[in-house]
């Protein structure tokens, strides 16, 4: 029942999600265009190497499980589910727009794909710990993949999870976190984030990677050891993102929560992502 | 997911339809509440704040991770040795601000309303307004002032809140408004929860020579034919919509009862008896649990019996979209208040 690979590079995959998010950013003239270009290779990696699902059958239940805790990315995730087909490529125009099937904050009753509503941080883990236990319970032996963001770890409520599915020993879920130490108010590091964080989920009881995120190969080889460790214990991949990742006009901007894209700096992202675009 | 739910998700999905032609795009989270033409004010509650913190060294400012958006980063600037950035953690932050308030400081704390309400209840009920601690929270996107969806809109935090004993609430109309119950809410005794509009807020209150009372309910302009009884900024609306009835011959008093709690209900009900009036209540928030309710059960409660109508949200959970959109499909925009008070009077 595995989705069939395709011979298309992860790299291409990469600028594909990349360039469906600029141009969703283009239609509101604005959005959390800055995390949706640091994460794309991370959701490359997901959708492209390592999840399990049907395009054309989002509720299939056989699927891996995608949690998408941190509602501002869903403009980095329909870019990536209209890439694999499992959104209509047509209707990218119609992102934030008024009765559109894809809403600024991502919502599991608007969107094929869309497995829970985020936005409230915090919640994803939580939600994956329990769809976890029921896939066990089910026998089915989907994984459940959580993507959180750095800022999402300072809430409580996640570790009350990160301890839950060690308790529970759930080998089945993947936590992945973007780490691009970028929250609302600053650096998520002079915040909750001063220890290093992969050495708090293994003292937690995970198997912890921390990778480049924007390493390809790297990411590539954090989600096989994910998937393949043979521990009792939950697994979680920190993916250390660079902001405007790819649009190197836009990663030399002063980096904020909310990246400020001026109206004629679409287009110009744009080629810059077409010059550069992968075989 | 069972089969029943499943068929729930997909038929609301799928009946979801490509929009076709010009489309409203969903305005910024961070967006200023709009209101063309009208004056505005920036950072009114930020500019408060800083201006009190001169004289009042017990003032202290703490977020979680929301200054910007709740103004707080004025008084941060201003202030940094006494602002605490808490981190993405709203359950610490009302605990560490219970905590200053014990050791004789007055926290003002900040978040959205959603967090506070629903996510911060058990440790603002106990750590907080159990032991009537001064700990003032502000909070932005009251009701539906954001196009995100459920995650954002605070369709019923005063519902949540009105049920915690000792809590004063505050839902402040304009930008004059919160720059004065600022000032009143830092010399109040006990535990606020304040609703805040951020950003370039309207300059609404100004022309009719308005000043803040703690607990009091004002009349804003008298009327023979409807009295609206509203918050927040509603009361905005309700004054567009008495000056837009008018020319039909409609004749619209306008009260404004800043604090939902506690409630004015002595100038509520005098003012409920005078004289055949319809009374419509308006409020940025569900028809359940806000002051729409709070003040049909003054009047029950008193035995005042007057023709009765309700503005708010659907007990819903609402869509996500642009404001300008939401408001009028919700029924709070100025139109759709000119249009339900036609109705009921026909």
Not at chain 1, 72 to 82: F, T
Not at chain 1, 151 to 156: A, I, R, T, V
Not at chain 2, 75 to 102: C, I, N, T, W
């Amino acid at each position: 029942m595995e989705t069939e690979r395709s011979n298309v590079s992860l790299e291409r995959r990469a600028w594909a999600i990349r360039r469906n998010a600029l141009l969703m950013g283009e239609v509101q003239g604005q959005g959390y265009i800055g995390q949706a270009l640091g994460v794309a290779d991370v959701l490359a990696v997901s959708y492209f190497h390592a999840l399990t699902y049907r395009a054309d059958d989002p509720e299939w239940d056989g699927r891996d499980r995608f949690y998408l805790s941190i509602g501002h990315y869903a403009i980095a995730l329909y870019a990536a589910m209209i890439e694999a087909g499992i959104l209509p490529e047509d209707e990218i125009g119609t992102y934030g727009m008024d009765d559109s099937r894809m809403p600024m904050s991502g919502m599991a009753a608007y969107t094929p794909g869309m497995e829970i509503t985020g936005g409230s941080l915090g919640h994803g883990l939580g939600i994956a710990v329990g769809a976890a236990l029921g896939l066990k319970r089910k026998k089915n032996p989907a994984f459940v993949y959580n993507m959180l963001s750095d800022g999402e770890l300072g809430e409580g409520s996640t570790w009350e999870a990160v301890m839950s599915a060690v308790q529970w020993k759930l080998d089945n879920l993947i936590a992945v976190v973007d780490f691009n130490n970028q929250q609302a108010d600053g650096p998520t590091t002079q915040a909750l984030a001063q220890v290093p964080e992969a050495a708090k989920w293994d003292a937690f009881g995970w198997f912890a990677q921390e990778v480049d995120g924007n390493d390809m190969n790297a990411v590539v080889a954090a989600f096989d050891a994910a998937r393949h460790h043979k521990g009792a214990q939950p697994r979680v991949i920190i993916c250390n993102t660079k902001m405007c990742k790819g649009i190197p006009f836009l990663e030399d901007r002063e980096i904020t929560h909310f990246v400020r894209v001026e109206p004629e700096e679409w287009a110009k992202a744009l080629s810059i992502l077409d010059e550069g675009k992968p075989a | 997911m069972n089969k029943q739910e499943l068929s729930r998700r997909q038929s609301k999905y799928t009946a979801r339809v490509a929009p076709k032609g010009e489309r409203l795009a969903t305005s910024a989270m961070i967006a200023s509440l709009d209101s063309e033409g009208r004056d505005t004010i920036a950072a009114p509650f930020g500019h408060a704040l800083v201006d009190l913190a001169k004289t009042r060294e017990d003032i202290v400012g703490l977020t979680a991770d929301l200054s910007k958006y709740t103004d707080l980063h004025v008084f941060a600037k201003a202030y940094p040795d006494r602002f605490y950035q808490m981190g993405m953690a709203e359950a610490v932050l009302m605990s560490a601000a219970a905590g200053l308030a014990r050791e004789g400081f007055t926290p003002f704390a900040t978040t959205y309303a959603v967090f506070a309400s629903r996510r911060a209840y058990d440790f603002i009920i106990m750590a907080i307004a159990e032991e009537n601690l001064p700990v003032k929270i502000v909070c932005a996107l009251p009701g539906l002032t954001t196009g995100y969806g459920p995650s954002h809109q605070a369709t019923e935090d005063l519902a949540i809140m009105r049920g915690m004993p000792n809590l004063t609430i505050i839902d402040p109309c304009d930008a004059v408004e919160i720059d004065q119950a600022t000032r009143a809410i830092a010399d109040h005794p006990g535990p606020v929860y304040m609703r805040l509009l951020r950003g370039q807020v309207p300059n609404v209150l100004g022309e009719y020579g308005y000043k803040f009372k703690l607990g009091k309910a004002q009349m804003l302009r008298d009327g023979r034919d409807v009295l609206f009884v509203s918050s927040g900024f509603m009361t905005m609306r309700t004054l567009d919509a008495a000056k837009a009835l008018q020319k039909d011959g409609v004749d619209c008093g306008v009260l404004h009862v800043p604090t939902i709690k506690p409630l004015d209900t002595e100038t509520i009900i005098a003012e409920a008896c005078k004289g055949g009036r319809l009374v419509v209540t308006a409020e940025n928030h569900s028809v359940t649990g806000g002051l729409g309710e709070a003040v049909a059960a003054t009047l029950m409660r008193a035995g005042v019996h007057v023709p009765f109508r309700q503005i708010g949200l659907p007990d819903a959970f609402l869509d996500a979209g642009a404001l300008p959109t939401l408001h009028d499909q919700y029924g709070i925009s100025v139109d759709a208040v000119t249009t339900s008070v036609k109705g009921w009077l026909a």
